[in-house]
Structures are given as C-alpha cells and as structure tokens.
C-alpha cells in the first residue's frame, strides 16, 4: 500500500511569492493534516480536512489556506511568502473517522525555502 | 493551547535500554503517539497508546503511561545504532497532534 506522497520535495520560493502544496494521502484515508515544522516553534498544526471540509485549524495567519478534493487529496496554499514561512511542510492522513484522533501517518515533507 | 516537554538530548551505548520521557498538560487527550523523523525524513508512526491503558508492549518498545501525572515514556530495548534519531511524543487534541520539541537518541557502539 503506498504511503502519503507530498510533491514536490523542495521548492525555492523569494518574498511576496505564493507556492501551492500538494498532498496524496494512503488510500481509503480521508482525513489530511498539515503541519509546519522549523527550527524555532517546532512541529505546529495547521489545519485537518476530512470530505472536502476544513474540520479544525490552528493558529496561523489567513495567508495560510487548503482545500480537499473528492479522492481526498490535499493541497495548502501560501500567499505573500514570508521568510519566516522557511520550514519543513508535512502532510498526514487517517482515517478520520468518528469524533476523535487516529493515528495519523506522515509523508516525507516539502521543504520550502524563502529567499 | 498543549504544552508538550521532552528532554533534548539522550545519549545510550548500544545494546542498552533508552527511556525517552515526556509530559503534557492536556488531561483530554485520547490517544498519545510517539514518532520518530530520521535527517531529511518526515514522521514514521513508532506507536502509540490509547489514554484507558497504562502500558502497551510493541517488539523493542514498551509504552508506560501515567494518567494521574500526564506522563508518557518510550522504553526502547537493546537499542540499536539504527535507533539514532529525533522522538516525538504527540498526545491529540480534538483532531490535531501537539508534538513535544523531540529528543535526540544517540546510539554509540
């Protein structure tokens, strides 16, 4: 069974930029995570899809955005790049289903960088 | 929001037991997790244990929780120098994982 796939890998990016994130998660999960991951915060949740809907969300500033498709694939969107916005991007999927956490397995990352 | 803390560093010879510990703040919390992220890699799902049981036994690991204290530790045994890596321990909270800062296992021959 192939694992969570995040495309692409690395991305270079300068100031004011947008970039587009995409995430497959394994197949016949239906929920998608995202979360940052840098240095200084450490791993901090973004936000959870689960058919088609965003189903929680962290605390970040509106230039952060996603959506999910009817596979239940995933992307994020960040407008007006930031330098601060460097980090490590991970997706993870579940299975979503009733009204608690299940174990969430992660993709490689994309690794965004800011210049 | 969750307040995650684990030790930064661990460093154990191989084929000895590494303790990883952890504590959290969220009494909510249903499931906690361990996780490991080796250099350039994302997250790989060591295991995890549900917030009704006090210990959960998986090969190498062993998981000990303490409900009353909100503390979680990882025993791993005759560690490996494969070991060497970051440990996460992410208790839930609704839907989202709060992830401690991680601890560096050092495994040396």
């Known amino acids: 069974k192939a694992g969570v796939t995040q495309t692409p890998r690395y991305l270079i990016k300068t100031r004011g930029q947008q970039v587009t994130l995409s995430c497959s998660p394994i197949s016949g999960h239906r929920s998608v995570s995202w979360y940052q991951q840098t240095p200084g915060q450490g791993l901090q949740f973004l936000f959870e899809?689960?058919?088609?809907?965003?189903?929680n969300k962290g605390n970040f500033p509106g230039r952060f955005s996603g959506r999910q498709f009817s596979n239940s694939r995933s992307e994020m969107n960040v407008s007006t790049l930031e330098l601060g916005d460097s980090a490590l991007y991970l997706c993870?999927?579940?299975?979503?289903?009733?009204?608690?956490?299940?174990?969430?397995?992660f993709g490689d990352g994309t690794r965004l960088s800011i210049l | 929001g969750e307040d995650v803390e684990q030790s930064l560093f661990l460093s154990v010879r191989e084929g000895d037991s590494s303790v990883i510990n952890c504590t959290y703040t969220d009494s909510s919390s249903t499931y906690l997790y361990w996780y490991k992220q080796e250099p350039g890699a994302g997250l790989q799902l060591l295991t995890y244990?549900?917030?009704?049981?006090d210990m959960k036994q998986d090969q190498r690991l062993t998981v000990l929780l303490n409900k009353k204290d909100k503390h979680l530790s990882l025993r791993i045994a005759d560690t490996q120098t494969g070991d060497s890596a970051i440990y996460f321990c992410?208790?839930?909270?609704?839907?989202?994982?709060?992830f401690g800062k991680g601890t560096s296992l050092l495994v040396t021959p």
């Open positions: 992410a208790p839930n909270s609704g839907y989202a994982l709060n």
């Open positions: 899809y689960f058919s088609e809907t965003q189903r």
């Open positions: 993870a999927s579940s299975l979503g289903l009733g009204d608690s956490n299940q174990p969430q397995h």
């Open positions: 244990i549900f917030s009704n049981m």
